[in-house]
Every structure is written in structure tokens, then in C-alpha cells.
């Protein structure tokens, strides 16, 4: 038992450190992460609210031969065209017509993270290459599939967002990166069949999880973000 209890002015800074270290990694130690930890994590994590308390969401954590199986049918699939264009995401994660401020912040995140890695916008197999790093979790030791049962509408996926915060949150509290990739939703047929997913649940996202590379000049990358003032009412 903790004789000494944080206060609440520590609790604050630790919470607030937590939240404010978490970056989008894309360079990853190979140090293995004990499953232990990512148990821990992840039960930490399940503490997220959801509507009736119904918890819509389901992990798949994948090591050693699974990841790399997964990783490389992924990979194949997405540097041959031809086979690509035959997987389509089953719902849209971005805008179908993107309109300002939104595909703005899209554009310079991309840019700012191409001109670190000196990839002009004429280097397309650069880009390309550098994209197909998200299927291999970006060498990270450990990578997360989430599913959702497809009977659960929107409000679960609103519970399963704060999650995956949660996921993140609690991977910086124990000295873990992470990042959200959303780019594995196209190949939800190969995810299926490696995993071997029910029918009846529907891929949600993945995430690299491991301790970053900070020798890779990619993690150098803070992305800026709104103030409080541009997107907050206050009402009296």
C-alpha cells in the first residue's frame, strides 16, 4: 500500500506528461515488449467508458511469426498495383471530399514529415516506400489489431476512439510509444485471413507498439495543433 499518495497537483503533471509525450512513432527499437506489460496496458486501457458499459472492442496482439507473416502478405499486396486496387477500406476513415482547414493540417503533416526524411514531392517510390513502413509496424516488436462486432453502431465506435486513447496514454506511462495506423483498414481481407477474424467483426485500425528510435530523424516530428481559442466557445 502507498503510504504516500501522489497529490493532486502531481497527478496532474504525470497525467498531463502522459498525454503530451504521445506522438505518432515510425522508427522502432527492436527491444521486445514482456507480454506482461502489454496485459497490464491493455487493462488499464479497458477502463475506457462505453455506452451500457457494452466495451466494443477486441485486440489482437501480434508477435514474432504472426506479425511478420502479417506484415509481408500486406506489404506484397500493397507494392503490386494491381493486387492492390482489388482491397477497398469497408468504411471511409477520411473525408470523401476534403474541404479547409482539415486537408491543410493533412498536407503539412505529410510534407513536414517527407521533407525530414528528403523525399521531394517528385520522389513518388520514396513515398511509397516510406508508406509501406506502416505495414511493418514500423519494426516495432509488437503490433495491435482492433476489431469491432459489425452489429455496433456509431456510439461504439465514439467508445472505442477513447480506447485507443487510453491504449496510448498508458503505453507512455510505462516509457512505450505507439501509432495509430489507420492505413491497415484497406487490406482487412489479409488481416482477416492471418488472424484468422470471425465474420462478424470488422477491423477498426492497428498500432505499432514499442520503444521509439530516437536516432531516426522521422520521430523528431511534433505536429502543431489548434489553440484552445480556435476551436473552444465559452458561453456565460
Aim: proline fraction near 6%; include cysteine; glycine fraction near 8%.
Amino acid at each position: 500500500m502507498n503510504d504516500h499518495p501522489a497529490s493532486p497537483a502531481d497527478t496532474r503533471t504525470i497525467v498531463d506528461e502522459a498525454i503530451r509525450s504521445r506522438r505518432s512513432i515510425r522508427a522502432f527499437l527492436p527491444t521486445p515488449v514482456p507480454r506482461a506489460e502489454v496485459e497490464a496496458l491493455l487493462e488499464v486501457a479497458a477502463r475506457a467508458p462505453s455506452g451500457t458499459n457494452t466495451q466494443p472492442w477486441k485486440v489482437y496482439v501480434c508477435t514474432g511469426a504472426t506479425k511478420e507473416r502479417l506484415s509481408q502478405a500486406i506489404t506484397d499486396t500493397y507494392l503490386d498495383p494491381a493486387r492492390a486496387r482489388e482491397h477497398v477500406e469497408e468504411y471511409h476513415y477520411y473525408p470523401v471530399q476534403w474541404s479547409s482547414p482539415f486537408i491543410d493540417r493533412r498536407r503539412k503533416v505529410g510534407w513536414d514529415l517527407y521533407a525530414l526524411l528528403g523525399l521531394g514531392r517528385e520522389n513518388k517510390l520514396g513515398m511509397q516506400a516510406q508508406h509501406a513502413r506502416n505495414y511493418g509496424f514500423f519494426d516495432a516488436p509488437v503490433g495491435l489489431m482492433f476489431t469491432i462486432d459489425r452489429g455496433l453502431e456509431k456510439g461504439s465506435w465514439l467508445d472505442y476512439g477513447m480506447f485507443l486513447q487510453n491504449v496510448m496514454v498508458a503505453a507512455r506511462g510505462r516509457g512505450l510509444d505507439t501509432c495509430p495506423q489507420a492505413a491497415f483498414t484497406q487490406f482487412h481481407k489479409i488481416i482477416g485471413e492471418v488472424l484468422d477474424i470471425p465474420a462478424n467483426e470488422q477491423v477498426v485500425c492497428g498500432m505499432a507498439l514499442g520503444f521509439a528510435d530516437m536516432t531516426k530523424i522521422e520521430n523528431t516530428l511534433v505536429t502543431e495543433r489548434e489553440p484552445v481559442a480556435g476551436f473552444t466557445r465559452f458561453l456565460v
